[in-house]
């Protein structure tokens, strides 16, 4: 029996592991993000410092494991082995929710999942003993004020992290506009206040607690707060100032302070997600054992009422952990994340669609807007208005947004996370530090009228993540704490073995997915970062010509998939083309944004010379899936239906021209890739002479669908009709797209006088 129980507590041990690696790996955008952002140092230098943060936020994280103890049970009314039970149920489901969501990149949050899958475990398992014993009551079982107080403090510090953020950046950008070298002063202050308030909850009200404080120095800070407090906002204003004279960026400074406050407000807060769980469950297992390892079913585990007591030891290791993963995941170290391109300064590649409530939400602020501004003194809204003039930003190559944004957010963030974690509240990382960068963002007028309704789509569409994370969590670890209780040791192996398959999986289907990485999202990149217009249009023009070779090439493959299924009369190759249809017009919707926003960048003469081929050539691209749409459509519905099949003497008939419509379009993709159109004028009267013939082909069978007595063959006739109508406007497509293309990118060469 106790070796049962080791093995459990060692898997949990595991697991805490992964939690660790993953967690950091997906979090560590959020104190990362704003330093890299603006710019403010080479990663790096931002890694060092949020690595020393994290070290010092896992040595005085040991006050936030009471959540996983004591904050949401009460365990004194539990036994060792329904405690187990819970706890592992905790460990699996956080494995299997971490799994879905990032299978289906859907957001989520570590506090989040812990918080809803313990009140998901011990509700359901509450249920169970109160119908086995009547004279058990709920909350005797389930800490429901703490819970209660836990849950309203993660979603309420989105409201308020919101508001803040808008408020703060709001008035910060009111004082310094965007031309912050001519605010000395006013950057002093800012400066000083910074580091005060930096210092008085990062050391006063962070540190301070830690066990590794002596009592002695405990109570002298807590006797002299407001002088120190005075001191450090009068010697951080003063050495602020002397820095400017210097030349040297107080925002910077501000901004590398922020991101070590936020990593160890990170690592204080969030540890508790990764191996609060596993070391209550070690806890718990020493505990038994250290009272003669009596009946699992009646040992009561009293001693989770205790605050924690974690090793110091313990807390390095797992901030070490952290510091490694942080350092050497590749997805940290591309921080370009959501909410670095949702509160971006400048116009850049949009992440989300639109959706109705963010079309509201846009037109309702939109009047709010309109009313002010019709009661409002206008001397008042142009002194305002100027402040937020966007044509003084000046971005660092690569930034999203300016160093006055970047330290709002890192400061605000941190203040606010500190706070929850002082007050033993497992506040959300991700929620804050998101929502106090989406408010920044919105303050600082960066939702343009543009983009405004998709990036409030994003910002909803995130938020809707976090609320079916804490459904999903509650729901998913109820079952599995049930099954686990019913189903006993067997039950806990196999989803143990289910845990470690999900793990593998997950690894191997990120190693996958980086292998497959488009290319088109470095170039884009570049084009966005790039300042000289020559470099961006060279880029662009190979884009393009990246872009129509590839639609030209999967428009035949998925014409050859067409006519080759429906001859075939198979419905699973018709259903494959339907979906590929519609993930690539997504694909070109997301690509024609990007390569638009390019072209403006690009020199002025040439957009203005060849804008013209430039969305004809894009037009061709969506167009070749709107006529394999309607190839498509009628043969699937006459597949599905399982009405007569294409006779072999109509596949024999059309097969020497699709193999014409191959080889243009081959040649066409070639062309188009290259950048060479030394057969141009070939493949246009090719494709001239290959559409005659299909006229040929469709009214010869036309006169033959007239003169038929076959009813059976009526229905299958006309989808025949159909494809040869649409075999027809493909190659006219694709003329079209050679010639815009050739236009676009080789305007230089003899242009080939082909009627259209």
Not at 254 to 280: E, K, Q, R, Y
Request: charged fraction near 20%; aromatic fraction near 10%.
């Amino acid at each position: 029996m106790e070796t049962i129980y080791i093995v459990i507590v060692a898997f949990l041990l595991i697991l805490a592991v992964f939690d660790l690696f993953v967690g950091v790996s997906n979090d560590a955008v959020n104190f990362l993000q704003s330093a890299i952002g603006a710019k403010a140092a080479r990663f790096r230098t931002v890694l060092i410092v949020a690595s020393v943060g994290v070290a010092v936020g896992a040595m005085m994280s040991a006050g936030m494991m009471d959540v996983a103890r004591h904050g949401i049970m009460h365990p004194v009314n539990y036994s060792f082995h329904e405690v187990m039970v819970v706890f592992l149920a905790v460990m699996v489901t956080d494995v299997i929710i971490l799994d879905v969501f990032n299978t289906l990149g859907l957001p989520t949050s570590t506090t989040v999942s812990l918080v809803f899958e313990l009140l998901g475990g011990t509700f359901v398992l509450a249920l169970v003993k109160m119908a086995g014993d009547p004279s058990l009551e709920l909350s005797g079982l389930l800490n429901s004020d703490k819970a209660l107080t836990v849950i309203v403090a993660i979603f309420v510090s989105v409201a308020i992290a919101f508001v803040c953020g808008v408020l703060v950046q709001w008035l910060s950008r009111i004082i310094f506009t965007f031309r912050t070298k001519n605010h000395k002063v006013a950057e002093s202050v800012f400066g000083g206040i910074s580091f005060a308030i930096l210092a008085y909850f990062v050391f006063i009200q962070g540190l301070s607690k830690s066990p590794v404080f002596a009592t002695d120095a405990k109570v002298w800070i807590d006797a002299n707060t407001t002088m120190l407090l005075g001191a450090v906002f009068a010697a951080a204003t003063l050495l602020s100032y002397l820095l400017l004279l210097m030349r040297v960026s107080v925002f910077r400074l501000v901004v590398l302070m922020g991101t070590f406050a936020l990593a160890m407000a990170f690592a204080g807060n969030d540890l508790v997600n990764f191996i609060g769980v596993p070391l209550a469950g070690l806890s718990s297992y020493q505990d038994w054992v250290s009272h003669g390892a009596g009946n699992v079913d009646t040992f009561m585990m009293g001693s989770l009422m205790e605050s924690a007591k974690s090793p110091f030891l313990y807390l390095m290791i797992a901030g070490g952990i952290m510091i490694f993963a942080m350092a050497t995941s590749k997805k940290a170290q591309n921080v370009v994340k959501t909410s670095v391109d949702l509160s971006r300064q400048d116009e850049s590649d949009e992440m989300f669609g639109t959706s109705r409530a963010a079309r509201s939400i846009v037109r309702a602020t939109q009047e709010c807007g309109q009313f002010l501004v019709r009661y409002l003194p206008k001397g008042m809204m142009q002194r305002i208005d100027s402040r937020f003039n966007k044509e003084e930003v000046v971005l660092k190559d690569g930034a999203a947004f300016d160093m006055v944004r970047a330290a709002v957010n890192l400061v605000l963030a941190s203040v606010l996370i500190v706070i929850g974690t002082n007050f033993k509240l497992p506040l959300s990382t991700t929620y804050v530090t998101f929502m106090v960068a989406m408010g920044t963002s919105l303050a600082d007028r960066a939702w343009s009228r543009e983009s405004a309704v998709f990036r409030v789509t994003g910002v909803l569409s995130v938020i809707g993540g976090w609320f079916v994370t804490a459904g999903v969590a509650f729901a998913t670890c109820a079952l599995v704490c049930l099954t686990i209780y019913f189903g006993g040791f067997i039950a806990m192996f196999a989803f143990m073995a289910l845990a470690v398959f999900l793990l593998i999986r997950s690894n191997i289907q990120y190693a996958r997915k980086a292998k497959k990485a488009s290319p088109e999202d470095a170039s884009f990149k570049l084009m966005m970062r790039s300042r000289d217009p020559e470099i961006v249009w060279d880029v662009l023009c190979k884009h393009v010509s990246r872009t129509q070779s590839g639609t030209c090439e999967f428009a035949l493959d998925q014409y050859n998939d067409i006519v080759e299924s429906f001859s075939d009369q198979s419905l699973r190759g018709l259903r494959r083309v339907h979906r590929a249809l519609n993930d690539k017009l997504d694909e070109l919707t997301k690509i024609r944004r990007r390569e638009f926003l390019a072209l403006r960048r690009s020199p002025s003469q040439i957009s203005l010379e060849r804008n013209t081929w430039f969305h004809l050539g894009f037009n061709s691209n969506q167009q070749y899936i709107y006529c394999l749409k309607r190839m498509l459509d009628p043969a699937k519905e006459h597949v599905d239906n399982n009405f007569t099949p294409l006779p072999q003497s109509y596949r024999d008939e059309f097969e020497p021209m699709r193999q014409r419509i191959n080889d243009l379009m081959k040649t066409t993709a070639q062309m188009l890739d290259t950048r060479r159109f030394d057969r141009y004028r070939e493949t246009m009267l090719e494709a001239d002479s290959c559409k005659n013939t299909l006229s040929v082909y469709r009214k010869r069978h036309i006169d033959r669908m007239q003169r038929s007595t076959n009813s059976a063959e009526y229905k299958v006739s006309l989808i025949y009709l159909n494809i040869l109508q649409e075999s027809q406007e493909l190659l006219s497509i694709m003329r079209h797209q050679l010639r815009a293309g050739k236009k676009l990118l080789k305007p230089d060469e003899e242009e080939v006088l082909v009627d259209f």
